[in-house]
């Protein structure tokens, strides 16, 4: 036979059992939690350290920046050179094209003239040219296979958000 204090005894072995269980199960999910913590605290801080720096917006459109007219002076010689003319149009002012349709004629007609079916061996902008505020007109010399050469002066205009080839 069993005494009160036996069971008593008993029962509290048994709380005690469960509550060290819950205790253990307590420690362990914190240790977990803790190195989980820990991990993703390292894992932000070399994400942060190690990210690539956003880019920089693109400066606005100026006339005034002898780099964007340039740039712009230079890829549309460089697809007059090429013979890809319809690349080059695509670079004209609105302005510009509509005045090639009122000619009645194909960009490399109205630019080279009577040199029209000679083909372009170099391009190149020349040191002389002018600015003023609305435009800049750039000489570009244009050199053709016999050795001659024709220079040609580019205006240049702000047209929205992009520079544009507006008369030659």
């Not at 059992?17 to 199960?25: E, L, V």
């Not at 920046?65 to 013979?83: A, C, P, W």
């Not at 302005?95 to 190149?124: H, I, P, T």
Request: aromatic fraction near 10%; charge should be neutral.
């Amino acid at each position: 036979m069993r005494t009160v204090f036996e069971d008593t005894t008993e029962r509290e072995n048994r709380e005690d059992a469960q509550a060290n269980q819950a205790g253990k199960r307590l420690t362990l999910m914190l240790w977990i939690f803790a190195l989980l913590f820990f991990f993703g605290s390292w894992r932000t801080y070399h994400w942060a350290a190690n990210r690539k720096p956003p880019e920089p917006p693109p400066p606005p459109v100026s006339l005034q920046d002898i780099k964007q007219v340039s740039t712009t002076l230079s890829k549309f010689n460089r697809f007059v050179q090429d013979g890809n003319w319809d690349e080059a149009q695509k670079m004209l002012s609105t302005e510009a094209q509509q005045r090639l349709v009122s000619e009645g004629k194909s960009l490399r007609e109205s630019m080279l003239g009577n040199r029209k079916d000679e083909r372009v061996m170099e391009a190149a902008t020349t040191p002389s040219g002018s600015s003023s505020e609305t435009t800049v007109r750039q000489d570009c010399v244009y050199k053709f296979l016999d050795g001659q050469y024709k220079i040609i002066p580019l205006v240049v205009v702000k047209e929205g958000e992009r520079l544009a080839i507006n008369s030659w």
